[in-house]
């Protein structure tokens, strides 16, 4: 599984540092364009992809993909962000 972050979008909530069971995500120390301390991925390794992350955040700043090495060899989709201020 990937776990990916929107940083331009996440406010360093911790909703799913709080949700996840797995204790996969942590906030970090960097900040965003806004001055927010954004989620960060700490143990990619141990996510079985609940998706509680995806579903806590309220600003869907957060999407968990399926890795190829899974068994699956379909091309995996990124969803396409566009930027707000084009």
Do not use: W
């Not at 990937?2 to 996969?24: A, F, M, N, S, W």
């Not at 989620?39 to 993909?65: G, T, W």
């Amino acid at each position: 599984m990937t776990v990916h972050i929107d940083e331009r979008v996440c406010k360093g909530c911790g909703l799913c540092v709080y949700y996840c069971p797995q204790e996969v995500l942590g906030i970090s120390s960097r900040r965003n364009a806004k001055g927010y301390n954004v989620a960060e991925v700490v143990a990619a390794e141990d996510c079985v992809a609940c998706r509680l992350c995806e579903m806590s955040c309220p600003d869907l700043a957060i999407f968990v993909c399926e890795d190829a090495l899974e068994g699956n060899d379909e091309e995996v989709q990124q969803p396409v962000v566009q930027d707000s201020a084009a």
